[in-house]
């Protein structure tokens, strides 16, 4: 019994890590759905968003100190609230300014997005490093959702709590956009065939792009809400570009809840052998990728996919 409870934080902490890395990978999943291109730059983008939320919950105006104090005295809950929903959407208007460089390359060989999204992510992490610097930072949280509690005999963070109810809750509103509405249904049809979509008079290239920047906004998202988990530093995008890749693998290209199945399983997987080996926990993420492609090439939900050659 004892071992039992002693598990329930690492199971906790994995199905926190899951969700989060699901709503990465759904951004990923969009983007190479539709536009059939993959993005290197996703995780310098996440990245961004930590730090445009950051700068939003303590903005250094040099040339508006009165604008900066009024904001300041604003409420910290205040603050978080403007970085959880403003960060996403300046990452979505960067992710516009990518696209369309990204235009060019559209019908061509795939290696020329991969080059351009490559070069666009060491581009944003240095612009990072010269605006923030390189020091790692920690993100400010409000007291609702700061220290700990009790659970039973367990202490827990409130902050994970709040971390998996707000990933569940993006989640669910991006399956409710994707299967309720008009505008769900054209994404969805971009991803399976886009001369379809194209014969039908939709405009291919707002599509892309409005793709794109819905795709690097969910990355940003995960980025403010995975800020004070990980913490807030430059190269941070490396470690949430490479599990994302492997999510929409290991759930399927283009399965919204094989990629959140997948999320779960790699955060059990790696929150469970933290449990007792910590030095195998990455690694536990790889052979899980390694055993499911083993036996089944397109992942556990998927089908054919512009992965598939």
Not at 50 to 68: C, D
Not at 144 to 161: T, W
Request: neutral net charge; glycine residues 12%.
């Amino acid at each position: 019994m004892d071992t039992l409870l002693s598990l329930i934080p690492h199971l906790a902490n994995g199905i926190t890590l899951g969700l989060l890395f699901a709503l990465i990978a759904l951004g990923f999943m969009l983007i190479v759905g539709v536009m059939e291109t993959i993005n290197l730059a996703h995780g310098s983008l996440f990245a961004l968003g930590m730090y445009v939320a950051l700068f939003l919950l303590a903005p250094k105006l040099g040339w508006f100190p009165e604008a900066q104090a009024a904001y300041m005295a604003l409420p910290l809950g205040t603050r978080y609230g403007i970085a959880l929903f403003a960060a996403p959407l300046v990452v979505g208007l960067v992710g516009l300014v990518l696209e369309a460089c990204l235009r060019r390359t559209y019908g061509r060989d795939p290696l020329y997005g991969l080059l351009l999204t490559f070069g666009a992510a060491l581009l944003i992490e240095e612009l990072i490093r010269l605006t923030w610097g390189s020091n790692e930072q920690q993100m400010p949280l409000p007291q609702a959702i700061s220290g700990a509690f009790l659970m039973g005999d367990l202490i827990y963070s409130r902050y994970r709590v709040f971390a998996s109810g707000f990933a569940i809750l993006a989640i669910a509103a991006l399956w409710l956009f994707l299967e309720r509405t008009p505008y769900g249904a054209i994404i969805k049809a971009g991803a399976h065939d886009s001369e379809m979509v194209r014969a039908l008079g939709i405009n291919l290239s707002r599509l892309r792009s409005a793709v794109f920047a819905l795709g690097v906004a969910l990355a940003a998202l995960a980025g403010v809400v995975m800020a004070p988990i990980w913490g807030i530093r430059p190269q941070v995008g490396v470690d949430a570009v490479v599990p994302a890749f492997l999510i929409i693998v290991l759930g399927g290209v283009g399965s919204l809840w094989g990629a959140v199945i997948a999320g779960l399983l790699v955060g059990l997987v790696t929150g469970l052998t933290g449990a007792y080996a910590s030095e195998w926990s990455l690694m536990s993420m790889y052979l899980l990728f390694i055993g499911v492609v083993t036996f089944r090439s397109r992942g556990l939900f998927g089908k054919k996919s512009v992965l598939d050659t």
